[in-house]
């Protein structure tokens, strides 16, 4: 069993399209949607969620009601300003101390230090992960909640899970559709995967971007290929992308034109390789065909 993550150095290049439309040509795989800050691999595959579950990135304080006795040495240990003198009276003090959820970033000190034991610290929720069926095949996908941290927990979560789906299934592969940028969730996303596939695009922040995107994967030694999407808006960049590529010894699996097919399968909610026989479809196809090659020729160790 294979794990191919697809990831890109901004958001907005096609990523997710490409991943969608690898599951519709695909058999026997898992999916996983490891972007989880701004998950939307749903909102094309149309998952069916069969199992729901609350995740806990870590945890978060909060004053008992009755106990606090207004010391305010809470509000004095706090670092990040989360402590305030506005918490409702408990009929000895006219006024306590709260903890604002949002401010709190669940270091523990409040409760450690507090004498009258007047502050709980308990596991926060911090989002919900689901395990989905779609018509093509089992899917692990997550929401993180607003202003949320611990992405990168619950990408490994999520990618842990469907490697348990595809190893009970029997599948070959993983597909995982990670986050753009270089960021945390990104390194959990491609940590340990068979190969990382980087979607670009032809414009100068596109190129800027690839070369961190292929910076990362080089320091954690991830076999990587790079598809430049809508390479013909500007095929002078595209050119510059290939050479690029050429100096670095990375393998360019594929380009990819620019087509309103991509918005118009967003918009009927399915993949562009199902919604069009348009030329653009054939460069999706000849690109899972290349993935695939270069898939075999890594685990033979080529």
Request: charged share 25%; with cysteine.
């Amino acid at each position: 069993m294979k794990e191919l993550t697809v990831i890109s150095g901004k958001g907005g290049t096609g990523k997710t399209s490409i991943v969608a439309s690898f599951a519709a040509l695909a058999q026997n795989v898992v999916l996983a949607d490891c972007d989880v800050d701004a998950a939307d691999l749903h909102l094309v595959l149309k998952p069916t969620i069969k199992s729901k579950k609350d995740f806990s990135g870590g945890s978060i304080a909060r004053i008992k009601s009755g106990y606090c006795v207004a010391c305010g040495k809470c509000e004095e240990l706090c670092m990040f300003d989360a402590v305030f003198f506005d918490g409702p009276g408990n009929g000895t003090y006219p006024k306590t101390y709260r903890i604002d959820p949002i401010y709190c970033e669940g270091c523990g000190v409040c409760a450690w230090f507090c004498a009258e034991n007047a502050i709980e610290f308990k596991p926060a929720i911090n989002g919900q992960w689901f395990i989905s069926e779609t018509k093509h095949g089992p899917m692990v996908h997550a929401k993180l909640g607003p202003a949320e941290e611990n992405s990168g927990k619950l990408v490994t979560l999520v990618r842990n899970a469907a490697k348990e789906i595809a190893e009970r299934n029997k599948s070959d592969m993983v597909i995982i559709d990670g986050s753009p940028g270089i960021g945390c969730p990104v390194i959990a996303s491609v940590t340990g995967a068979d190969m990382v596939l980087a979607v670009t695009e032809p414009t100068v922040s596109g190129l800027h971007d690839l070369n961190r995107v292929l910076e990362l994967t080089e320091h954690f030694k991830i076999p990587t290929a790079v598809v430049i999407n809508k390479w013909d808006i500007n095929e002078e960049m595209s050119w510059a992308i290939s050479n690029t590529l050429k100096t670095k010894g990375v393998d360019m699996l594929g380009k990819i034109r620019y087509d309103i097919a991509f918005t118009g399968a967003m918009v009927h909610e399915t993949t562009v390789v199902e919604y069009t026989k348009s030329p653009v479809a054939e460069d999706i196809k000849n690109l899972w065909n290349n993935v695939n090659e270069k898939m075999k020729t890594i685990s033979k160790g080529v």
